[in-house]
């Protein structure tokens, strides 16, 4: 199995921006497709981002598109999310996950592993 852990996560203005970044410990990186996850209070788990095992597919949600980037460090174990042009709409809690399917899926319920989140809060 995988550990994963989130860093990154703060408190900012409309139009900041943020990295978050999840480490990976424990199996083979290259083995997972990587993905982004964010919950706000009284809603659901919603898909952000996905990333294939060398990277060669990404997937982004329609509100994110444009503004976020997701890439990943198979030599460092780290996969990223670079948060541009932030809205406060994007205020959630931010998990990464992992899973080792054949193709890059959205849906939470495919990902086995899934790190303990970071804060994130746009306010002015």
């Known amino acids: 199995q995988v550990q994963l852990s989130e860093s990154g996560g703060g408190l900012v203005q409309p139009g900041d921006s943020l990295r978050l970044s999840c480490a990976a410990a424990?199996?083979?990186?290259?083995?997972?497709?990587l993905a982004w996850f964010r919950q706000s209070p009284g809603k659901e788990r919603e898909f952000v981002a996905a990333?294939?095992?060398?990277?060669?597919?990404?997937k982004y949600t329609d509100s994110v598109k444009g503004r976020f980037t997701i890439s990943r460090d198979n030599a460092k174990n780290t996969m990223y999310l670079q948060m541009n042009s932030l809205k406060p709409e994007d205020t959630a809690d931010y998990y990464c996950?992992?899973?080792?399917?054949?193709?890059?899926?959205?849906?939470?319920?495919?990902?086995?592993?899934w790190g303990q989140g970071t804060q994130v809060t746009i306010s002015s």
């Open positions: 996950a992992a899973e080792n399917s054949r193709v890059v899926t959205t849906t939470p319920q495919n990902y086995d592993y």
């Open positions: 990333i294939s095992r060398y990277s060669v597919t990404t």
């Open positions: 424990g199996r083979t990186f290259t083995m997972y497709n």
